[in-house]
């Protein structure tokens, strides 16, 4: 399944190239399309994978509106950040 690579990539610090997850956006929305399944049970299904890959769902980090800020079919993935250290002196 494309969601689980891509939540595999992100939770080994790799990124989300955006040609894989525009993609994957429109895989979701043809599957909403032809009824497969509906976009509140996509939702779930993303929160739950999100949860087993990243160690915490969605709504932990985006707050539990998220879909009014990344409406369907925008999938939410991001690469973690990346640690900064200062490289000068303070």
Same mark, same amino acid.
């Given at each position: ?9 992100? =939770? =080994? +610090?790799?990124?989300?190239?955006? +040609? &894989?997850?525009?993609?994957? !956006? ?8 032809? +009824? !497969? #399944? ?5 939702? !779930?299904?993303? !929160? ?7 160690? =915490? ?11 009014? *800020?990344?409406?369907?079919? &925008?999938?939410? #993935? *991001? ?10 002196? &303070?």
């Amino acid at each position: 399944m494309r969601l689980r690579r891509l939540l595999t990539d992100l =939770a =080994a +610090g790799h990124d989300a190239p955006p +040609g &894989q997850r525009l993609r994957l !956006e429109g895989l979701c929305e043809a599957a909403v399309m032809v +009824g !497969e #399944l509906s976009s509140h049970e996509l939702d !779930e299904l993303l !929160e739950r994978l999100h949860l087993e890959y990243l160690g =915490a769902p969605l709504s932990a980090s985006l707050g539990d509106d998220w879909r009014t *800020y990344h409406p369907f079919p &925008q999938l939410p #993935l *991001y690469m973690r950040r990346a640690p900064v250290s200062p490289s000068t002196p &303070q």
